[in-house]
């Protein structure tokens, strides 16, 4: 498996937490927006009337944009991102965060270079995930097959639509008690021990 990814050439990164050590407070956000603790914040707002989503979505961005000011890039991320550069490897994100934050987070941990901002994909450009539609929005705009394409991330949402898409899963996250085999190709703690197998 790791000689595949080492050949794929597109890559699709998730962003919190897989980019930039995990800040947001979610339930917090779910308490400030009046939303149950533990639902799918965007999914549960989708359901509400549309006066009230468009209430609700203002004040998320609001949120979104104060904890995009306090991220910092996670453990190998440097290393990793100018490594797959370096290969000539095309970067992408995904995120459920608008896109306008997204570029401010990879401005604040000082990777932007890397990435074409079209392939900076947030919640208005695709249908949220699990739902495939984003990296298959991304494959479309490189002109890539699946099977050259890795996805990138720490939450199931990020598996789910990997495998969804039919690209190589790779779940990077040093909890070792959120696991979730069936959707994952590769299994990291960091993006530093990534970097390392890709160029070992």
Sequence with gaps: MIESIRKAGYWVFDLDGTLTHPVHDFEQIRSELGLPAGC????????????????LNHRLDQWEYFYADQVKPAIGVYECLEF??????????????????ALHCLDVIGVSHL????AVLGRDDAL????????????????????EAV????????????????VTTIHV???????????TDLRVG???????????
């Excluded at 799918?40 to 209430?55: F, G, R």
């Excluded at 550069?85 to 095309?90: F, P």
């Excluded at 996805?151 to 898409?165: N, S, T």
């Excluded at 996250?173 to 959707?183: G, I």
């Design 190 to 200: 960091t993006l530093a021990e990534l970097y390392k197998l890709l160029r070992a």
């Design 115 to 118: 990435f074409n901002s079209a």
């Design 151 to 166: 996805m990138v991330g720490d939450f199931r949402y990020d598996l789910e639509v990997g495998r969804a898409a039919g």
């Design 40 to 55: 799918d914040i965007l999914a549960t707002i989708a359901d509400k009337p549309e006066a009230e989503q468009k209430e």
């Design 128 to 147: 949220a995930k699990p739902d495939p539609q984003g990296v298959n929005l991304l494959l479309n705009q490189w002109q890539a097959r699946p099977d």
């Design 173 to 183: 996250d040093p909890k070792r008690d959120r696991e979730w085999p069936e959707l």
């Design 84 to 101: 797959l550069g370096s290969q000539g490897c095309l970067l992408g994100i995904l995120t459920r965060n608008k896109r306008e934050v």
